[in-house]
């Protein structure tokens, strides 16, 4: 649930409402949306450590859910943006700075990690993340469907791998943000994405080393 800043400005222009993938919505009138609806109204209080918060009587793994959807939503959404800048020839390996490389498996289609570049490492991460969104056993939409027992494995890898796309973007594409004037949405986004994720213990702290600096930067100055 971005701010209404983030939404606006991601959703006005041509440049703006740009998506790496098609945007994963959640159908109008089921509880999802409505819990969509209560994360978006307690965002414009600007409390973002309240606003992660499980509300009253939620069920945990619905509330992962929508905001796992979200979240998926806001990085195709801040991706798209600088998607010109991030190329085969400039980003030819999938990195968040010179210490970090990632190599991408599904256990799947591709069972052993391969090395590849940043936009295909990121095509085929948002393809799979898309991929269980769409699958109703792991993401239910129906009222009364259960959720399955390996529910929270898949949303934890989901959360884990999107987080590369943050630290990438930070790392190699940060300047390309500034000139476009996103960067105030850019933090405001994973500064409620970290927050979510820890709220709930979703990312092993050495998954979120990249960014270190960054989240506790970002957290004392909430404190």
């Known amino acids: 649930m971005a701010s209404k800043a983030l939404r606006l400005c991601l959703c006005s222009g041509n440049r703006s409402s740009k998506t790496f993938k098609p945007k994963k919505n959640i159908p109008e009138g089921s509880h999802q949306y409505e819990l969509l609806k209560h994360a978006e109204a307690t965002l414009g ?4 450590r309240q606003a992660v918060m499980l509300p009253e009587g939620e069920d945990l793994n619905e509330w992962i859910a929508v905001n796992t959807v979200d ?24 990195s968040a700075g010179p210490r970090y490389e990632y190599h991408w498996a599904d256990g799947t289609n591709i069972k052993k990690p391969i090395k590849c570049s940043a936009p295909k ?9 898309q991929d269980q969104l769409d699958d109703e056993t792991l993401f239910p939409s129906k009222i009364g469907v259960p959720f399955p027992k390996n529910f929270m494995s898949v949303a934890k ?4 791998r999107l987080f590369r796309v943050y630290a990438h973007i930070y790392h ?9 004037q996103e960067e105030a949405h850019l933090n405001t986004s994973f500064k409620h994405f970290i927050f979510f994720v820890q709220e709930f213990n979703l990312i092993d702290r050495r998954e979120l080393a990249p960014l270190q600096d960054l989240i506790e930067k970002l957290g004392s100055k909430d404190r």
Not at 45 to 48: A, E, V
Not at 123 to 128: A, K, V
Not at 157 to 160: D, E, G, Y
């Open 157 to 160: 890898t989901i959360l884990k």
């Open 71 to 94: 979240f998926f939503n806001q990085i195709n959404m801040l991706y798209g943006t600088i998607t010109e800048f991030c190329t085969e020839t400039s980003c030819s390996v999938m």
């Open 121 to 129: 490492y990121i095509d085929y991460l948002m393809t799979w993340v």
């Open 45 to 48: 209080s600007g409390n973002l």
């Open 172 to 180: 190699q594409h940060f300047d390309s943000v500034m000139q476009l």
